[in-house]
């Protein structure tokens, strides 16, 4: 399973992905230009949490995040964490047909005599 996770703090936004190496630049390019959209003058750090050439392993990931430039003041950082939260989540509708559950029950007929 693959996930990005979101981290707000004094450097800005930072993103931290974790799964297949061959789909989480996708994932994580997807997120960064949906937090762009609101956090359009902050900046956005991304990394990939994993064993392989070009990412950060898990026991030094803190290490990382700490070593980021600090570029927001702190209430700056609670004003950007609002602002997020505001984002709408994107939940998606399953495909298919409908679950007999899900469906709103059938009015009965009327009788005709």
């Known amino acids: 399973m693959d996930v990005v996770h979101r981290a707000v703090g ?3 936004v930072v993103l931290v992905g974790e799964g297949s190496a061959s789909r989480l630049p996708s994932l994580l390019a997807a997120e960064k ?3 762009s959209r609101v956090a359009y003058d902050i900046p956005i750090y991304d990394s990939q949490v994993g064993e392989q050439e070009g990412q ?3 026991r030094r990931l ?3 995040v700490m070593k980021l430039p600090r570029n927001l003041r702190s209430s700056a ?3 950007l ?3 997020l939260k505001a984002l709408p989540q994107s939940l998606q ?3 298919g047909p409908i679950p007999r559950s899900g469906r709103p029950p059938k009015m009965p ?3 005709m005599r």
């Open 77 to 79: 950082v609670s004003d």
């Open 56 to 58: 950060v392993p898990i």
């Open 62 to 64: 803190q290490r990382r």
């Open 109 to 111: 007929r009327p009788r």
């Open 10 to 12: 004094r450097p800005g």
């Open 33 to 35: 230009k949906r937090i």
């Open 81 to 83: 964490n609002y602002r």
């Open 93 to 95: 509708a399953p495909k």
